[in-house]
């Protein structure tokens, strides 16, 4: 990955790098306009004194994908810790030069947006000068690192998302929504809807980020949460990628722990597709798809995670995933009936309790 061809230096972080303490979180949830330019300000402040100073400026970053600074709590998910390791993007190092300087160069726009009150999304700034930053993978990266030196929520810095998620059932907000239901696919999510399932069952919500949810799918989930209170499941594909996903529903991502607080659900129910539902209901193994070397690696990571020791049913459903070295989709149950999700399997799982 580029980030580890950075010229870095690990060192436990100072005042500067460590998270100051707003409530239990280590970001505000909303950051006025004022306090976001002084903070800008003062990191090119640092960077005129180190001029100033004939010394070559660096921009000091949290190690944001390093397990090392990460902790794990059951209320909250993944957190990173208070002081952390720490980066330096240096200015005089040819490996990061060219980061160093595109950092600058988006916390120019962010001050820019700040201060004009505007909103660009990351594909704009990509967009901006595509030669300049070579890929829309690095601009996200520097965002997500501006974010985290800055102690600032990515939404307070005026970059906005577009959002891939789909979402029925809002209108049940005024109807009494019984529950949320997130479903990994699409393909499966047009199902539900084609059956109606959100109005037949019972009013819910439903939500599919499509796959691997962006920030504002899971700023939305945890909203809704905070809001309503009702219960959240999961609807997940019967494989490594799909435990993943509800994963980072549930306790985040390393990457964006540092924002965990305002994006987790530690509360989320996991429904389906469950491992030991295939053998319960007797699913055909030709009907199942085997695992390749990848799902065994992302499988033998996923179980060695803190959070899955706090959760010994979620821990027998993987080791049955991973005895048998088989997956399914959610469409495998097509081949007990076209609409046996939507009119057997999920009415079933959600009047007597099969979650976990």
């Known amino acids: 990955m580029e980030e580890h061809n950075l010229c870095s230096t690990e060192m436990p972080a100072g005042n500067k790098a460590s998270f100051r303490e707003t409530s239990q979180s280590g970001q505000k949830s909303h950051v006025p306009s004022s306090e976001v330019l ?71 726009m962010i001050y820019k947006m700040v201060q004009s009150n505007t909103y660009a999304t990351k594909r704009d700034i990509y ?3 595509t030669l300049l930053f070579g890929s829309q993978s690095v601009v996200d990266q520097i965002i997500n690192d501006i974010s ?16 891939p998620s789909n979402v029925q059932g809002i209108k049940n907000l005024t109807s009494h929504a019984k529950f949320i239901l997130i479903v990994e696919k699409d393909a499966t999510f047009q199902r539900l809807l084609d059956d109606d399932f959100f109005n037949k069952v019972s009013p819910c919500i439903m939500i599919t980020g499509r796959g691997i949810p962006d920030l504002n799918t899971r700023l939305l989930v945890r909203k809704l949460w905070d809001s309503f209170q009702i219960p959240v499941f999961t609807l997940m594909d019967a494989d490594p990628h799909g435990v993943e996903i ?50 065994e690696n992302k499988l033998a990571s996923i179980q060695k995670r803190p959070y899955i020791a706090c959760q010994p049913l979620w821990k027998k459903e993987l080791e049955i995933m991973a005895a048998s070295k088989l997956k399914a989709e959610i469409q495998v149950l097509t081949s007990l009936s076209s609409d046996y999700l939507s009119r057997v399997y999920l009415p079933n799982k959600l009047q007597f309790g099969g979650w976990l």
């Open 246 to 295: 509800m994963c980072v529903y549930k306790y985040g991502s390393v990457s964006m722990s540092f924002e965990a607080h305002h994006l987790t659900v530690p509360s989320i129910k996991w429904l389906g597709l469950l491992p030991s539902d295939l053998k319960r209901l007797n699913i055909c193994k030709d009907a199942l798809i085997p695992f390749t070397k990848q799902d």
């Open 148 to 163: 985290c030196m800055l102690k600032i929520p990515r939404r307070s810095l005026h970059v906005a998302v577009t959002v």
């Open 127 to 129: 967009y901006s000068d």
């Open 38 to 108: 002084e903070a800008i300000e003062n990191v090119i402040q640092g960077v005129i004194q180190s001029l100033a100073q004939k010394k070559a400026p660096v921009l000091t970053v949290a190690n944001r994908t390093d397990w090392r600074n990460i902790e794990f709590k059951d209320s909250v998910g993944l957190q990173m810790i208070p002081r952390c390791t720490t980066k330096q993007i240096r200015s005089d190092c040819p490996q990061s030069a060219k980061r160093f300087a595109l950092m600058l160069k988006i916390l120019s």
